[in-house]
């Protein structure tokens, strides 16, 4: 006999009307965190739009006009933005269609995934919900929402045992990250036929030759340098020490809502169900462990749009785990073909509410969202292009939006986007103020990785404050260059303090101090026997970066020196040095008391005599009287 259920035309007509119910809802909805989410943008999407605008005027794919670098992690979001943009001459709101329509397709295609071993209410609820989080990750104008969708689309083609080695090809031009997943593929491949796997690999390949024949013609590399550049700032201490990207993993589990610890071990019920009946979605599940674990051993910084793909991942296998969770406590939910019209009517009664809810919510403004930094930096841009020349070359710590509204050259504090080294270790800072950008971002209070500049004595001399502007939530100050900069770079020594005689008797021994000097006027100064040659054009202005630091006490002297003692005579020459913060230091001692070891010193050597002097740090009290002497192999020489 026969045992399997058969089902009526009025039942699979009755399947076919919920499901596409709540296709429907799951589109309202998605409409509907459009519209609320339509004025939400922050400074990383804002990087791409500058981008998209640089191709739609005709300046190509670039950030700064004329500067061949790519600052865009995903390829393809950027080119679907740009079509869009083209056909609606908006750019943000068709990176806000394109999210939209990413969401939608993500929810659609889990709700198609899962109806049939999970049903349509769980399957329903579980598309709703993971509507809510990737709308409401805060992602908006990224790659995330569409990578999501094309991750679905391709647990959807191994499912349906489709080709799906090009698709590969789309998602790596999504994300770099997808380049997980052409493994797992090919490895499953290798093992079943070696042909098929390398013809698969061919064709992954041609998806992608365009863009490599493209961007090594035009940068130089296939993908950005975005992610050697978070490698450096999970490095730098200015994100944190330790295990920079663990750390903002548990901050972030640590906001989920209470009950996380039971719909936790509902996930792991969920891994198992989907190993067992659904194995496709395991490319997903896989992927999302392995990028979390290369993240975490790349010890990138903890950026919340890193773990949107964990928490998409989490929500998918809650919904997989629920069902036979139910099944075992013996509430019976069926596949789409045995559930009657009686069970479904409470599903009827939810769409309905949920499509009420959706009108309501387009017609209450306190809904629609904006990223309050966004709003600042909107401000702020507004007054620098009241207060400068769209030439003018605008220095900042975040970019994104400043970039787009004002149009105007960036130098990129974090040399995220732009050919720029850093300027946030200080090591740096010589290239900086000989660049010298007409317009310097600061924030208020003084962000430490700001600090390497706003600490420097140049900074003081060759910048005036020129707006502080206080509104909106990150309250900022505008420094413009000052008119007269040529004649002070001519003539430095009308600026800089002069290195002068030490008055005093020299300590006899040495400091329990450690110390480093990193560049004097540029040049490394690290190295064994360094000699740095002070010329006459220059002036003889010395500029010193290092750091002190004393380890018994596991504490930084507040008054530090600088001296230079003639080889000739042993005569001490001294001036006062400023403190800056060095998180990369606090980072490789693992401390925390070390943040302001950093050490910032300009001095003018026209009062020394010619000769070689060796370099020596010092901490010191108040009036300038030595404690101690820090050694350090590097030497001076000054000629006439």
């Not at 804002?46 to 605008?53: H, S």
């Not at 997989?320 to 409470?346: C, D, F, H, M, W």
């Not at 290239?431 to 700001?450: K, S």
């Amino acid at each position: 006999m026969n045992d399997t259920p058969q089902f009526s035309k009025e039942s699979i007509s009755t399947a076919t009307l919920f499901s596409t119910l709540a296709i429907l809802s799951l589109g309202i909805l998605s409409f509907t965190q459009y519209i609320i989410h339509l004025q939400w943008n922050f400074d990383d999407s804002n990087i791409v739009y500058r981008i998209v605008d640089n191709i739609l005027s005709g300046h190509g794919w670039v950030y700064n006009v004329g500067e061949a670098y790519n600052a865009s992690t995903s390829v393809l979001n950027t080119v679907i933005i740009a079509i869009v943009a083209y056909l609606s001459s908006d750019i943000s709101n068709a990176a806000h269609i394109t999210g939209s329509l990413s969401i939608f397709s993500s929810a659609t295609l889990l709700f198609y995934l899962s109806r049939e071993k999970l049903g349509i209410t769980v399957s329903f609820i579980a598309s709703m919900f993971l509507i809510y989080a990737l709308a409401n990750n805060l992602t908006w104008g990224l790659e995330t929402h569409l990578f999501f969708a094309l991750l679905l689309l391709f647990v959807l083609f191994e499912t349906k045992e489709i080709n799906s080695w090009w698709l590969l090809g789309i998602l790596v031009l999504a994300r770099p990250d997808a380049m997980l997943l052409v493994g797992f593929k090919w490895l499953k491949e290798w093992r079943l036929d070696k042909t098929t796997s390398l013809k698969g690999l061919t064709q992954f390949s041609m998806v992608l030759l365009p863009w490599v024949i493209f961007s090594l013609y035009n940068f130089g590399q296939v993908f950005p340098g975005t992610l050697s550049n978070k490698m450096w700032q999970g490095q730098s201490g200015f994100w944190g020490t330790g295990f920079v990207y663990l750390s903002g993993l548990k901050q972030h589990i640590a906001q989920y809502p209470p009950g996380s610890t039971f719909f936790g071990l509902i996930a792991i019920i969920g891994v198992v169900n989907i190993a067992r009946n659904q194995k496709p979605m395991l490319y997903l599940l896989l992927f999302v462990l392995a990028q979390q674990s290369a993240y975490a051993i790349l010890n990138v910084p903890g950026y919340h749009w890193y773990y949107s793909f964990l928490d998409g991942a989490i929500l998918i296998a809650i919904a997989y785990g629920i069902t036979p969770l139910l099944t075992i406590i013996g509430v019976l939910i069926r596949t789409p073909k045995a559930l009657s019209q009686e069970i479904n009517i409470p599903l009827l009664t939810l769409i309905i509410g949920l499509l009420t809810a959706s009108h309501v919510f387009l017609q209450k403004e306190d809904l629609i969202t904006r990223d309050g930094r966004d709003k600042s930096y909107t401000e702020l841009s507004r007054v620098i292009m009241s207060t400068g020349q769209p030439t003018d070359t605008i220095a900042a710590l975040e970019v994104g939006t400043i970039g787009f509204l004002t149009k105007q050259p960036m130098l990129d504090m974090i040399s995220l986007t732009s050919t720029n080294p850093e300027f946030l270790s200080g090591k740096n800072s010589d290239v900086f103020f000989e660049l010298a950008p007409e317009t310097v971002i600061v924030h208020d209070p003084i962000w430490p990785m700001e600090r390497a500049i706003a600490d420097d004595p140049r900074f003081h001399r060759q910048y005036r404050l020129e707006r502080h502007i206080t509104s909106g939530a990150v309250p900022t100050r505008l420094f413009k260059l000052r008119s007269n900069q040529n004649a002070s770079i001519d003539n430095p020594s009308n600026q800089a303090p002069t290195f002068r005689r030490y008055i005093g008797q020299e300590p006899l021994t040495q400091s329990n101090h450690l110390c480093v000097i990193d560049t004097i006027n540029s040049n490394a100064a690290n190295r064994s026997s360094t000699i740095i040659k002070s010329r006459q054009k220059d002036g003889h202005l010395l500029h010193f970066n290092g750091w002190l630091l004393n380890k018994n006490t596991q504490s930084t002297a507040k008054h530090v020196a600088i001296i230079l003692r003639s080889k000739k005579d042993n005569t001490l020459y001294q001036i006062e040095g400023y403190r800056s913060d060095r998180p990369d230091v606090a980072n490789a001692y693992s401390s925390d008391s070390y943040i302001r070891s950093g050490l910032i010193g300009e001095g003018n050597g026209r009062l020394l005599p010619t000769g070689t002097y060796e370099t020596i740090l010092g901490p010191t009290a108040p009036t300038g009287k030595l404690h101690g002497l820090c050694r350090l192999n590097v030497s001076i020489e000054i000629k006439p």
